[in-house]
């Protein structure tokens, strides 16, 4: 096949989330034979990100300036939506529903993965409300059990500062058939059924 920067650039894109070696290379090969419109501004990108982005020292966000644009701006909604990672943060801002603010935690408890409050930014988020209550906090965890442990655990802590809680509804999702739901997702959408 290629020499070795030829493999290390398909094992580098390899190693990236819902790719595997056959779709590495194809990207590889299609690269390189369009080197001065994709390869170089692919590389020019990867470099521009690489010294410029950080972590938004408030919110954990992804950003080029610190703090990050939602942060800085003085239009968003005074209420905190507390995020188990960047990725979901991004999910809510490209469905344009929500104008508020952010907290990112950076993953949520696992007892079998030994992650406790501590390795979480549950300390930075306390801090941040000391300094300014907001109107509301939206825990916005992801269905499964870690998730389910962290929002609980979340809301026990944040009981003191007298701040209004709410977690995002779960259940039957738009165009889904009932019989193609697990049991958990039906017994959660029957318990947080309201009136018509």
Not at 11 to 23: E, K, V
Not at 114 to 143: F, K, Y
Not at 147 to 171: D, M, N, V, W
Request: glycine share 8%; hydrophobic share 45%.
């Amino acid at each position: 096949m290629g020499g070795p920067e030829l493999e290390r650039l398909i094992n580098h894109f390899a190693r990236l989330p819902g790719l595997g070696p056959r779709s590495a290379r194809r990207i590889v090969l299609k690269l390189l034979r369009e080197r001065e419109t994709r390869l170089l501004p692919l590389a020019q990108a990867l470099e521009a990100a690489a010294s410029s982005v950080r972590t938004c020292t408030q919110c954990g966000n992804l950003d080029s300036c610190d703090p990050c644009t939602i942060c800085a701006s003085p239009s968003r909604e005074r209420r905190i939506c507390v995020v188990e990672s960047v990725a979901d943060l991004w999910a809510l801002e490209r469905a344009m529903i929500y104008n508020g603010l952010y907290h990112v935690l950076g993953g949520s408890l696992s007892a079998l993965a030994g992650r406790g409050p501590q390795d979480l930014a549950i300390p930075a988020l306390l801090a941040r409300l000391e300094r300014a209550p907001p109107e509301e906090i939206i825990l916005a965890m992801p269905a499964t059990v870690d998730g389910a442990a962290t929002g609980h655990y979340l809301a026990e802590k944040l009981k003191r500062f007298a701040i209004p809680i709410s977690r995002l509804a779960q259940g039957v999702p738009m165009g889904g058939a009932l019989e193609a739901l697990d049991e958990g997702t039906l017994a959660t959408a029957l318990r947080a059924r309201r009136l018509a």
